[in-house]
């Protein structure tokens, strides 16, 4: 017994001498050690992260505008076709550009008119380029924040979302309007995990009008208002995006309903091959027919479905069941996790899924879904050693980077890039929802850095 005290005792005197005199722990080499793996691995520190890694990105996207030549593709066009709209214009089939008709929605008019007006009628390509550069800013903020709503995944992750050429020229060297609609959407999602249902839907609305890639989303933001709000409710928050969506289109609805509906959601619209990513392996006859287009909708749909039944609502006592406890009264539906990862993971699972079965993926689709990529990557597990499932994951993400970098596409990286997707969906399939990330054994000590930060 005597000597137990005597060993408590000493452990005291020890713990005693880290502090200094004024009651402070003393920074040890040990410490010094340890704070970047607590900075990358405990979740205490992640707004600490976040603000080193937006400082890093700010950097970064100035010497790119500066450094790196400017490319156009589709500005010029974006600009000439708000051009018509701002002479007056109201029939969608005369707003035209030089790649071709307009065939984005109302609100892409709306904010490309803003542009238009502040870079000079679209001459001064360097402001937007530093507009641009805000925007990408921001929306890796909002992605980071979807990321800390999760207790799947190690903080370090977010590191990924900066390492990509081909996302910085979508924004920087670009100016697509594809990442303006994700910014929408990816505001839908934060809202989603904070359950401001409302919200979400005015934003996922907007996003819809700039571009409908993100009706991908739909069948996973469907269902979780669902589950959330009942059935009475949710026809309330879908009622709410057609009144958003006439109300920006009313200008063009007014006089030519017919033509805006037809290029604005254009759902028979055939891409190009030329641009193709993931589909150079089929002929260009395959390419462009129909069949081809309903294979995909087959796909696509089934595979949806296997998510839905299997995966989505088995959880919640099963598709059936989520049906009818949507019509409950008395009672709360579907109780949606508190961490906000069943929000998360389904809704960018829905969207990947739209990304495998996608008609066509030219360049500037990769930013629909490649901040997705990180976090589906360690939610997805296969039949490989534990300690080799991180180095497998990078090995995916750099070699889909790789994929979007080769131009043009090659049977081979489009090949390469469908192999990737789907090892991705086998993965997360097999394991959802997957375990809670615990921070290394090595860094969990009752005396970690929090007090010094």
Known sequence: MSKINYQKKKKKAIKAREFSKNGHRTLKLEDIIRLPLQLLCNQKYFWHLVTIFLMGEFVINIIIIQKVKYTEIDWIAYMQEVEGFLKGERDYTKLKGDTGPLVYPAGFVYIYSILYYITNKGKNIRLAQYIFGGIYLLSQLIVCAIY???????????????????????????????????????????????????????????????????????????????????????????????????????????????????????????????????????????????WFA????????????????????????????????????????????????????????????????????????YSWYFQTLPYLLWLSVWQTPKVLQTASRILIFVTIEGCWLIFPSTVKSSWTLITCHLMILFGVYNNYPGQDYKMPALLRDKNDMTSKL
């Open 294 to 365: 309903k294979q995909l909708l087959y796909g696509h749909a089934l595979t949806l479905l296997m998510f839905i039944v299997f995966i989505w609502c088995e959880p919640k006592g099963g598709l059936i069941h989520v049906f009818k406890q949507g019509f409950a009264r008395h009672r709360r539906v579907v109780k949606i996790s508190n961490d906000g990862i069943y929000i998360i993971s389904m809704i960018f699972t829905s969207n990947f899924i739209g990304i495998l079965f996608s008609r066509s993926l030219h360049y500037q689709f």
């Open 148 to 290: 800390r709503q999760s207790k799947k995944v190690p903080p370090y992750i977010i590191l990924l979302l900066g390492c990509s050429k081909r996302y910085h020229s979508i924004f920087l060297l670009r100016c697509f309007n594809d990442p303006i609609a994700m910014i929408f959407m990816f505001g839908c999602i934060l809202a989603m995990t904070y359950r401001r249902w409302t919200l979400s839907t005015v934003l996922f609305s907007l996003s819809l009008s700039i571009k409908m890639n993100v009706l991908l989303f739909f069948p996973a933001f469907g269902i979780i208002l669902w589950q959330a709000l009942g059935a009475f409710k949710t026809l309330k928050q879908l009622g709410l995006i057609i009144v958003i969506q006439v109300l920006l289109a009313y200008p063009f609805l007014q006089q030519f309903p017919v033509s805006y509906l037809s290029k604005a959601f254009e759902f028979s619209r055939v891409f190009d091959y030329t641009w193709t990513v993931n589909w150079r392996m089929m002929s260009e006859e395959t390419f462009v027919s129909d």
